[in-house]
């Protein structure tokens, strides 16, 4: 079966510019989560979707960020305008049920803002 | 804030030994998920542990769910050199919906 698939895997834009990350679920999974990954503060779970719809969005960091889920295999994370300081590796996960079930990570996009 | 202790945050190792790493918490965990990550991946999913006091084994991992429902560890025996790696642990807090992670444990093996 397919994994949890995010693109692009690499990003390098300049400050200002939009930047769309992507993910596709593992086919059945109810549940997506969207993370961010520094050294400095580990994993961050950004926001996470149950059947498409946004259930908390509570560490998004700023307006500038935003998340979309058009249906049950496919997902967007935008970050519109994009700053340095949001340089990092972003993950994109599924479940089946938000308990007693594992959460699968794609691979992430690792994203670098001049 | 940070919700989960993990221990060690680095082991250096020589190739054979076993590992013992563990994750410990003032809450109560309905889930423990032990993850491995490897540099330019994703965490992999290595053992997922839902009940107090569940022992189960991946090959030469074992992780437990600790009785108190407040800690997990894993340990990985006779280790080879595809090991190294970040281990995470995750849990889902008892009541809450979000997986809190540990801070990681860095393994390198001297081969």
């Known amino acids: 079966d397919a994994g949890v698939i995010q693109s692009p895997r690499h990003e390098v834009t300049e400050m200002g510019q939009e930047v769309t990350l992507r993910c596709k679920p593992i086919?059945?999974?109810?549940?997506l989560f969207w993370y961010r990954q520094t050294m400095m503060r580990g994993l961050e779970l950004l926001i996470y979707f149950n059947n498409n719809v946004p259930i908390d969005d509570s560490g998004m960091p700023e307006d500038r960020f935003s998340a979309k889920m058009p249906n049950a295999s496919f997902s967007t994370l935008k970050i519109q305008p994009s700053e340095p300081r949001d340089s990092a590796v972003y993950f994109c996960?599924?479940?089946?049920?938000?308990?007693?079930?594992?959460?699968?990570f794609g691979d992430g996009t690792r994203l670098s803002i001049l | 804030g940070q919700q989960l202790n993990q221990s060690p945050q680095s082991m250096f190792i020589q190739e054979g030994e076993d590992v013992s790493m563990n994750c410990t918490s003032s809450s109560i965990f309905n889930t423990w998920l032990w993850y491995k990550q490897d540099p330019g991946e994703g965490p992999v999913l290595l053992i997922a542990l839902y009940k107090a006091g569940e022992l189960t084994s991946n090959g030469r991992l074992t992780a437990q769910f600790g009785i108190t429902r407040k800690d997990s560890f894993l340990n990985i025996s006779a280790s080879i050199p595809s090991d190294v790696g970040i281990y995470f642990c995750a849990g889902l807090i008892q009541g809450a919906q979000k997986l809190v992670f540990g801070q990681g444990t860095r393994l390198t093996i001297n081969p």
């Open positions: 086919s059945g999974h109810d549940y």
């Open positions: 996960a599924s479940s089946r049920r938000l308990e007693n079930q594992p959460q699968h």
